[in-house]
């Protein structure tokens, strides 16, 4: 087997990729593939040509922010209907400043009402918050910040 062949590349590139495998082993929380959150991504892709209104950098990060809190109330089990009414009757009577407050309306909340949650589909993981980014448990959290660094 020559290492410039078909055959020796396959290996080479196995070999590359086994601290990765070795990695997704040890850590149950570790998806194998990215699947799941390419499918959720799918309808604004398609869609993409008839959103070319949000030209200005506010208008395409204001709808960045809300597909980002309909898929994470997805995720977590909820009516996004319902779960967006939720936020949009309680939002403009608070402090945004006050961080408990705020957690108590993210979609990973245990306090949110029971009749927003979608019966028959629990939360598939317990969602926490970090920088910006929404991560199931710390451990998903570190598998996050590890699969960052060899992913991108």
Same mark, same amino acid.
């Given at each position: 087997?020559l290492p410039?062949?078909?055959?020796?590349?396959? #290996?080479?590139?196995c070999?590359?990729?086994?601290? @990765?495998?070795?990695?997704? #082993? %040890?850590?149950g929380?570790l998806?194998?593939?990215?699947?799941?959150y %390419?499918?959720?991504?799918? $309808?604004?892709v398609i869609?993409?040509?008839?959103?070319? /209104?949000?030209?200005?950098a506010?208008?395409?990060?204001?709808?960045?922010?809300?597909?980002?809190?309909?898929e994470?109330?997805?995720d977590?089990g909820? !009516?996004?209907?319902?779960?967006? @009414?939720?936020? /949009?009757e309680?939002? $403009? !009577?608070?402090d945004?400043?006050?961080?408990r407050?705020l957690?108590?309306l993210?979609?990973?909340?245990?306090?949110l009402?029971?009749?927003m949650?979608? @019966?028959? @589909?629990?939360?598939?993981?317990g /969602?926490a918050?970090?920088?910006?980014?929404f /991560?199931?448990s710390?451990?998903?959290?570190k598998?996050?910040?590890?699969?960052? !660094?060899w992913m991108?």
């Amino acid at each position: 087997m020559l290492p410039k062949g078909a055959l020796g590349q396959a #290996v080479i590139h196995c070999l590359k990729q086994c601290p @990765k495998l070795v990695r997704y #082993v %040890e850590d149950g929380h570790l998806d194998i593939d990215n699947n799941r959150y %390419e499918r959720s991504l799918k $309808p604004f892709v398609i869609g993409r040509a008839n959103w070319l /209104f949000a030209n200005t950098a506010r208008g395409a990060r204001a709808r960045a922010v809300r597909y980002s809190i309909v898929e994470t109330a997805k995720d977590n089990g909820l !009516n996004t209907t319902a779960y967006l @009414k939720y936020l /949009f009757e309680r939002m $403009p !009577n608070m402090d945004l400043d006050d961080r408990r407050a705020l957690d108590k309306l993210m979609p990973w909340s245990k306090v949110l009402p029971d009749p927003m949650r979608v @019966k028959g @589909k629990s939360s598939r993981k317990g /969602f926490a918050r970090d920088g910006g980014a929404f /991560f199931a448990s710390s451990a998903r959290q570190k598998s996050f910040k590890y699969r960052q !660094n060899w992913m991108w």
